[in-house]
């Protein structure tokens, strides 16, 4: 399942079928924008190394910086017209999509652009992806699929978030 921000360059995938090797990683969510300065942490999977076997190595990546600015209301009209987060980090091509934690551990922006060579980043955050579907949902043998977004589920406590969102 997949589903797509109309403006902000976010979207939000779910595997109907996961393999069983991924791991079940259930961060807590915040829509807190963090203080200026802050230290933050961006994960992301770098861009793979191919082997001459025919093998990719992917490993998860850490990079941290700090938190330079919020754009309420976009940084731009053309690239980022949708609300932003200026950070530090350096954010490797490839590495789009990937969670943004705060200080205390939570999830509050996505990696979103980075200018290669800078330390100049901008996330997306966390409240662009809030209106979109994260689950269907089968009520009944004969019934249609209901879609679940990602704020009902953190509504109804299926998704972590710090402070509760209502």
């Known amino acids: 399942m997949f589903s ?8 939000l995938g779910v595997l109907e079928h996961p393999p069983g090797y991924l791991l079940n990683i259930v961060p ?3 829509t807190e924008c963090p203080k200026i300065g802050e230290r933050i942490v961006a994960v992301a999977y770098d861009k793979g190394t191919h082997q001459r076997n025919r093998q990719i190595s992917i490993e998860l990546k850490y990079m941290s910086g700090r938190f330079e600015y919020a754009h309420p209301t976009g940084r731009d009209s053309f690239m ?10 350096v954010i490797p091509g490839g590495a789009s999509g990937g969670p943004v934690f705060d200080a205390r551990g939570r999830a509050f922006g996505i990696n979103c652009t980075g200018y ?6 901008y996330l997306a955050r966390v409240e662009e992806v809030l209106s979109l579907v994260a689950y269907r949902m089968m009520l009944g043998p004969n019934q249609p699929p209901t879609d679940r977004t990602l704020l009902q589920l953190a509504q109804t406590g299926h ?4 402070p509760k969102i209502s």
Do not use: N
């Not at 290669?116 to 980043?121: F, I, K, L, M, Q």
């Not at 998704?159 to 710090?162: A, Q, T, W």
């Open 4 to 11: 797509s921000h109309p403006t902000a360059d976010v979207a």
């Open 28 to 30: 807590t969510l915040t």
């Open 80 to 89: 980022l017209p949708f609300p932003c987060y200026r950070t530090s980090i």
């Open 116 to 121: 290669e060579g800078t330390a100049v980043s």
């Open 159 to 162: 998704v972590l978030f710090s």
